[in-house]
């Protein structure tokens, strides 16, 4: 695991259609520790899944610098593990291959790459499921393919971006128990990537609220682990939590 | 009515042990009509056959080694024509789609050129290469050439970007992208690629053997024209349509059943 640093962070690019720039980021700065779990929320349009992609290499970033461990990032790279909101599974590899596709992109010999992959699936509860390919499985099955997938790879950083959005409600509270019980187990540098502020908060370490492509606030999530659901819907401490980050959200 | 569900039930259950007979029971009709019509006899038989004639004109022409030889002579120049097809169109589809320059400088010449329908180049063929193995050989190709590299490009593009940025961050190099992911996203599109272009290519080899051909199955059907020979005709007719079934049920059609379908890249 590793820290993860953004330093003045910008993204500005040319609507050629327009005929003028855009700034999407203006001035983003933040410090995520090696361990740490932290989500950044905001209204739609705030930025937050372009800072995703930036980190992630999908994009370029116009200015500033982002720091993987110290070193600047150029490009995709398997040290960082992204989890999809449209899960971006391969239908044509079964759970398993799927699951063991980062280790056979380092060259794991089949053997040892399956070994891993299903220590993995057992993590999640999804060793049943190994053979069978991913249009086979439930959205809820899926995305937990998705993000064993990201963390047999074994990056520094975990970035999810509204990885649960497209599952049902309750579907959604699982994942969250399920999550948030592997992050206590490994422990892995996650930025997490939501609208959702309950969601937010159950995760987080620390939750970040961006509006109009700066940080707003910081908040500290100091809610003892582990946590789940059925203790925290009651959980005062949460609820207080909560409503101060989404009255931050809707003043965004 | 009671009476006629055990024999409803013998139906079923003899069709899904034999489904053979799923294929060929539509033809039952077909046939008693054609066998109808020749026996009522309104047409002399030397212009209208009956389906003994076409079966004696089947065998006597298996015996001659005719009819297995030129059938052998077309299948060969269909496979011919699908090897240079896939080996040649599926490298330039996955080059034309994943290089937007190649894209944009070749796909309106790739259109124009596709266009230009299959016997539509005879002509000037002809002039080249003469009649002969070469003409036919070139019409094959390009027929099957054109659907398998335009579908290709498709399927290429249509294989989503977060699948190429899954694999980007797996740590794929751009060449195992290309293995991992673009060919097998693009697979159920080359399937329809391979499927409509010898679907076409077999349509123009015919036409291209009997213009300029010296065997295969258009030259048997054009040589018994000339031989007045109504019977041999309708013998090729019929073993077009038989080999086109066994090429797509019994080849494609299980190919992509394994594939697009399995993925659930292919609707059902």
């Not at chain 1, 929320?41 to 370029?60: H, Q, R």
């Not at chain 2, 944009?104 to 080249?128: H, T």
Request: hydrophobic content about 50%; overall charge neutral; some cysteine.
């Amino acid at each position: 695991m590793k820290s993860l640093s953004l330093k003045n962070l910008a993204k500005t690019y040319f609507d050629a259609y327009k005929g003028e720039h855009v700034t999407a980021i203006r001035d983003v700065s933040l410090e995520v520790p090696a361990g740490e779990f932290v989500s950044i929320v905001g209204p739609s349009g705030c930025g937050k899944s372009t800072i995703l992609n930036m980190v992630a290499g999908f994009i370029p970033h116009s200015g500033g610098e982002i720091l993987v461990g110290g070193a600047p990032v150029k490009g995709p790279g398997p040290d960082r593990g992204v989890v999809f909101q449209s899960f971006a599974l391969f239908p044509w590899k079964t759970v398993l291959d799927n699951v063991g596709f980062g280790p056979k992109m380092r060259g794991v010999p089949k053997a040892e790459r399956d070994a891993i992959a299903r220590e993995y699936l057992a993590l999640a509860g999804l060793s049943h499921a190994a053979d069978r390919y991913p249009n086979e499985l439930s959205g809820g099955m899926q995305q937990r393919v998705g993000v064993v997938r990201a963390l047999a790879n074994q990056p520094d950083v975990l970035l999810m971006d509204e990885p649960f959005a497209s599952v049902d409600a309750q579907t959604r509270m699982t994942l969250q128990d399920e999550l948030s019980r592997i992050w206590e187990e490994r422990r892995p540098t996650v930025v997490f990537i939501t609208h959702d502020v309950p969601e937010a908060v159950f995760l987080a370490n620390r939750v970040v609220v961006l509006s109009k492509g700066k940080v707003l606030a910081e908040v500290d999530v100091p809610i003892s682990r582990p946590r789940v659901w059925d203790r925290l819907v009651a959980d005062e401490q949460f609820k207080d939590l909560s409503n101060q980050v989404l009255a931050l959200v809707r003043s965004a | 009515m009671n009476a006629l569900l055990p024999l409803w039930s013998f139906v079923v259950r003899t069709s899904v042990k034999w489904p053979i007979l799923q294929t060929l029971a539509p033809f039952v009709p077909v046939v008693a009509l054609w066998w109808a019509v020749a026996a009522w006899g309104p047409f002399p038989p030397a212009f209208f056959p009956s389906p003994p004639d076409v079966v004696a004109k089947f065998i006597s022409l298996m015996e001659k080694g005719i009819l297995p030889e030129y059938l052998g002579d077309s299948v060969a120049r269909l496979a011919i024509g699908a090897a240079v097809g896939i080996g040649l169109g599926v490298p330039l589809g996955l080059w034309i789609g994943l290089s937007k320059g190649a894209h944009r400088a070749l796909w309106p010449v790739l259109l124009f050129f596709q266009a230009i329908g299959d016997i539509a180049w005879l002509p000037i063929l002809i002039i080249w290469f003469g009649f002969g193995l070469t003409t036919m050989t070139f019409v094959i190709v390009y027929t099957v050439l054109f659907p398998v590299i335009l579908n290709t490009v498709l399927g290429v593009r249509s294989v989503r970007i977060e699948l190429h940025r899954a694999a980007q961050s797996l740590g794929a190099s751009p060449a195992r992208i290309v293995g991992e992911v673009v060919v097998p996203g693009a697979l159920p599109n080359i399937m329809t690629g391979l499927r409509n272009g010898l679907g076409y290519g077999w349509r123009a080899l015919i036409a291209a053997e009997m213009i300029v051909g010296t065997s295969g199955i258009g030259f048997l059907m054009f040589d018994a024209r000339r031989a007045g020979s109504v019977t041999e005709i309708v013998l090729g007719m019929i073993v077009l349509g038989i080999l086109w079934y066994i090429v797509d049920a019994w080849i494609l059609a299980p190919i992509e059943q394994a594939t697009g379908r399995r993925w659930g890249l292919v609707t059902q």
